[in-house]
């Protein structure tokens, strides 16, 4: 089993950068694919991207790709999210997530999520 606390959240203007750090806990954390989910007001919980348990190899939604980067260091338990040139439409509490499966759906632990804002 895995805890995860995302946090480096907060208000950014638009085409600022964000960077977002989820921190887990226990040894397995490196047996795990991890990936960033996000949810606005009104929506549906919606994919962002998603790291494999070596950090080989990524996924991201098409609507963050060459503008977010994902990113694990194992080491410290820790996976990155790195959100450049932010839009108000990026705007929502993104959920740090961990499953065993590279996949934009099944993942089995969650964090508690930290919130993004982006001004017009």
């Known amino acids: 089993q895995v805890q995860l606390v995302e946090s480096g959240g907060g208000m950014v203007q638009a085409g600022g950068s964000l960077r977002l750090s989820c921190a887990a806990s226990?040894?397995?954390?490196?047996?795990?694919?991890t990936g960033w989910f996000r949810q606005a007001p009104g929506k549906e919980r919606e994919f962002v991207a998603a790291i494999s348990r070596t950090g080989g190899s990524m996924d991201y939604a098409d609507s963050v790709k060459g503008r977010f980067t994902i990113s694990r260091d194992n080491a410290k338990f820790t996976v990155y999210l790195q959100m450049n040139n932010l839009k108000p439409e990026n705007t929502a509490v993104y959920y740090c997530a961990a499953g065993p499966l590279m996949c934009r759906r099944y993942y089995n632990y969650w964090g508690q999520g930290t919130q993004v804002t982006v001004s017009s």
């Open positions: 226990g040894r397995s954390f490196s047996s795990y694919v």
